[in-house]
């Protein structure tokens, strides 16, 4: 079977999209490739990656990829999700050829104030909340796997 791309996109691709890739790559990767961009370039949140490495995944040596280099190169997804606010969303390139779009707001890590502790634990409520939208979408429209 091949694999359907999807592209997460948010603002800086430093927290929301990153974790999305890694998630749904986790959980669906057979018939999913994710990749993630952002808006504009950013720096990997480190926050995300902390958040991520709790639950065993390791996304230390991602690296922030602009929307539009996607665009640029011509790729093709079946599926482009916007992860960021709906006035961010609004910024995200039209992609050709019947790109499902979806868009799931989440809450932006790179705004969290407190201490270091209470902004990782709100990075990892957001961590949680992606990988529990990424589980109901991939019940939704995941193929059976033959067994």
Known sequence: MKKR????????????SQMAEALLNHACGDQFEACSAGLEAGTLNPLAVEA???????????????????????????HVITV?????????????FGVKRLHWS????????GTPEERLARTTE?????RAKINEWCAEVCAPVAG
């Open 52 to 78: 991520m490495r709790q639950i065993g995944l390791d996304i230390s040596l991602h690296q922030t990829k602009k929307v539009w280099d996607f665009t640029k190169e011509g790729a093709l997804f079946s």
């Open 5 to 16: 791309k999807v592209l997460f996109v948010c603002i800086h691709n430093s927290a929301r």
């Open 106 to 113: 989440f809450a932006d890590p790179s705004a969290f104030q």
């Open 84 to 96: 960021c606010d709906e006035t961010s969303a609004e910024r995200c390139p039209v992609f050709p």
């Open 126 to 130: 957001v961590r949680d909340q992606i």
